[in-house]
Nanobody
Framework: QVQLVESGGGLVQAGDSLRLSCAAS????????VNWFRQAPGKEREFVAV????????YYSDSVKGRFTISRDNAKNTVFLQMNSLKPEDTAVYCC?????????????WGQGTQVTVSS
């Protein structure tokens, strides 16, 4: 099972940028599609973005499209989420989740999350 650790969260003002990192260990991350999710207080967990193992394919939720960019550095076993033009409604705990290849017995792995707070 792959282990994931997020970092890069913090308190910023509206309009600022942050870059989150999701560092993996225990497996070669290039085998995994990696997602970012977020959960705000009192709300359900929300999908944010996903990137394929090779990095060739990405997909974003409508709420972040055009502002957030997901990328990966497989040599560093790390996936990033660049967040620009942040809004107060982006405030949430952000978690990454790695989906194993279809022929793997592993299940989706989750990190512990990193807090992002955007003040108005």
């Amino acid at each position: 099972q792959v282990q994931l650790v997020e970092s890069g969260g913090g308190l910023v003002q509206a309009g600022d940028s942050l870059r989150l990192s999701c560092a993996a260990s225990g497996r070669t991350l290039s085998m995994y599609a990696v997602n970012w999710f977020r959960q705000a207080p009192g709300k359900e967990r929300e999908f944010v973005a996903v990137i394929s193992g090779s990095g060739d394919s990405t997909y974003y939720s409508d709420s972040v499209k055009g502002r957030f960019t997901i990328s990966r550095d497989n040599a560093k076993n790390t996936v990033f989420l660049q967040m620009n033009s942040l809004k107060p409604e982006d405030t949430a705990v952000y978690c990454c989740a790695a989906d194993p290849p279809s022929d793997s017995p592993d299940v989706r792995s989750w990190g512990q999350g990193t807090q992002v707070t955007v003040s108005s």
